[in-house]
């Protein structure tokens, strides 16, 4: 039995998608990449927040990819800080969602 034209052309357009930038497409960065970035981001943004205190600290950030698209990564960041201002001492969380791509990183989301 042959192969239907109609087959061969529908098999030949689902081993191409990925490769012309369709459905089956993935981002041209890697998700540690876009992990880092997102992580380097949300660092310096948390710094930049709390930066006028009297005394401050930020722990690393953690991060773990929610979902993956044909254009990039959504990652969620969260990073543990403490600052005291006078004598007020408070322990906080700083998390967030980014949009990271090879040319992008940008904040969609703030918990």
Do not use: W
Request: hydrophobic share 30%.
């Amino acid at each position: 039995m042959k192969p239907s034209k109609v087959s061969l052309v529908l098999s030949l357009v689902f081993l191409t998608t990925g490769c012309l930038g369709g459905v089956l497409a993935s981002p041209d960065i890697s998700a540690d990449e876009a992990k880092a970035r997102a992580e380097a981001d949300h660092d310096e943004l948390t710094r930049r927040y709390i930066d006028h205190y009297d005394s401050y600290g930020v722990y690393q950030p953690s991060s773990e990819v929610i979902n993956v698209t044909h254009s990039g990564y959504y990652i969620h960041v969260t990073q543990e800080y403490y600052y005291t201002n006078g004598e007020l001492e408070t322990d906080s969380v700083n998390e967030a969602t980014y949009f990271v791509n090879e040319t992008t990183t940008r904040r969609v989301s703030q918990s």
